[in-house]
Every structure is written in structure tokens, then in C-alpha cells.
């Protein structure tokens, strides 16, 4: 007997029986646990397999969505460059297929980049605990294992950047806050793959604030939508941890191999 919600349970029955699905997750905190170095993340024992076997299936488009880079994404996830599972990375900014996701890259983006880098590390010096880290369209304060008070002052100081240029946009999420200079998100990106692949519905996993946005988007009944752990969300539905979270994903596995 499934240890899932049954209401998820229902939820999942009637999201297999359509032809074409999106099947996707977040990695770390979903697939993997969090833990105070990110570079040392590894997804749970059978996650990464699982979506290999789904994105295998007729009709279903797996993917992995993170605020990772890609390159990073891939490393951890262990997945080759020709894997069936779709990579999103940069909370959308960055994807493994062609997408149509708007605002790319231009000078001007570059130069913002190259700013909002600068102010952040004007901020890292002045809290020499915190870790900064570069990505092709934004880069990244890290607060994870930092006093309260000094992750709190940098937190503050960096939601102010985009303050005096809007074409900064600032998201926090668990312990991070991620200067982005192309205005993405989960939500867009995953909308994007579902119009690109025909599908009816998708299932998506999220624990951290910046998968609200995902959430948000997904709020049709055809959708799943599924929060891991604590927290206010506006998920349909919860489960307590990535353990329960790779459940999820190998229930839907068993169901559409049925």
C-alpha cells in the first residue's frame, strides 16, 4: 500500500491516464538533500534512474528545473549530454532544449551582470562568512551555515541591489538570494516545455520559495503540483521530505508502466 497522501494518490491516477504528461522536479532539497556545502549535493539512491525510465516512455517528458547552472546541474544529476531527461537550470534561464523563454542575453544584461556581481561582493566583504557564486545570467549570495544576524544583514543588503536598476531581479529562496539579469522563471520555463511537447498536464516537486512561481502557474485541476516539507505553498498537495518526493515519482512510474 502506498504510503502517499491518498488525495495525491487520486491525483496522480488521473494525471497518468493522459496521453502526453511533464513529468519534473527541483534537485536539491527534491531529488537531493540539502546540505551545507552545495557542491557536495548527491540525488537519493534511485531518483535520477527513475526519471531516466519515465522520460523513456511514450508520451512523457521528463525534466530536472533547478537555480543550479546547467553545467553544475548535470554534474550532480550524474546525467550525460544525451540523456532523455530535459535539464533546466538558472530557475529557466538555462535549458538543454530549445525554448522560447523571451529575454535572452544582450550588452546590457552583461553589463548588469558584471554590477550586480560587484555589489554583491562589496556585500561578501563586509560579511566575510558568506560564499558568492557566478552564473551565466546571475549570480548568487549563499548564507547556508552563517550566523543569524550576519546571514540576515546580507540578505537585506543584497534584496536592495535591484532597488536602483529594475532590470535586476532578485529571488530568494533557502539561504540564497540570485541576482538574475534575464527575467525567467520555473514557471515560464515549465510552461514553455509543456507548449513545446504537446502535454495535457504536468507533475511538478518543489520545496523552496522559487518554486512557488512553478506552483502558481500549475493551478489547473490537470496539474499536480507537490510541495516537500515545511512551509506555506500553494501546492495542491505535501509530502515530508525527498525520500517521499522520489515516492512520488516512482508512483508515477508504476502506474504508467501498468
Do not use: C, N, W
Amino acid at each position: 500500500m502506498s504510503a502517499l497522501p491518498p488525495a495525491l494518490v487520486t491525483a496522480l491516477d488521473r494525471l497518468v491516464a493522459r496521453s502526453k504528461v511533464v513529468i519534473a522536479s527541483d534537485f536539491d532539497g527534491v531529488l537531493a538533500p540539502l546540505v551545507d556545502d552545495p557542491m557536495t549535493s548527491r540525488p537519493l539512491p534511485g531518483s535520477i534512474d527513475t526519471l531516466v525510465s519515465l522520460a523513456e516512455l511514450p508520451g512523457v517528458t521528463a525534466a530536472i528545473v533547478s537555480g543550479r547552472d546547467l553545467a553544475t546541474l548535470r554534474l550532480l544529476a550524474e546525467l550525460p549530454d544525451d540523456s532523455p531527461v530535459v535539464l533546466i537550470g538558472s530557475h529557466g534561464a538555462e535549458t538543454s532544449v530549445d525554448l522560447d523563454l523571451g529575454d535572452q542575453m544582450d550588452d546590457a544584461a552583461r553589463h548588469r551582470l558584471v554590477g550586480a556581481a560587484s555589489e554583491l561582493h562589496e556585500i561578501a566583504a563586509g560579511h566575510p562568512d558568506v560564499r558568492i557564486e557566478h552564473k551565466p545570467v546571475g549570480v548568487v549570495l549563499h548564507t547556508r551555515g552563517v550566523e543569524a544576524a550576519q546571514a540576515e544583514s546580507a540578505t537585506a543588503a543584497a534584496l536592495r541591489i535591484p532597488d536602483s536598476d529594475p532590470g535586476i531581479h532578485a529571488m530568494r529562496g533557502k539561504d540564497v538570494v540570485e541576482l538574475s539579469v534575464v527575467a525567467v522563471s520555473k514557471g515560464v520555463a515549465l510552461q514553455a516545455l509543456s507548449s513545446i511537447t504537446a502535454s495535457e498536464a504536468t507533475l511538478y516537486l518543489g520545496d523552496d520559495v522559487t518554486d512557488e512561481k512553478a506552483f502558481a502557474v500549475l493551478q489547473h485541476h490537470s496539474h499536480v503540483t507537490v510541495k516537500v516539507g515545511e512551509g506555506p505553498t500553494a501546492a495542491q498537495h505535501r509530502v515530508g521530505d525527498p525520500a517521499q518526493a522520489v515516492a512520488v515519482l516512482r508512483e508515477v512510474l508504476e502506474r504508467r508502466t501498468r
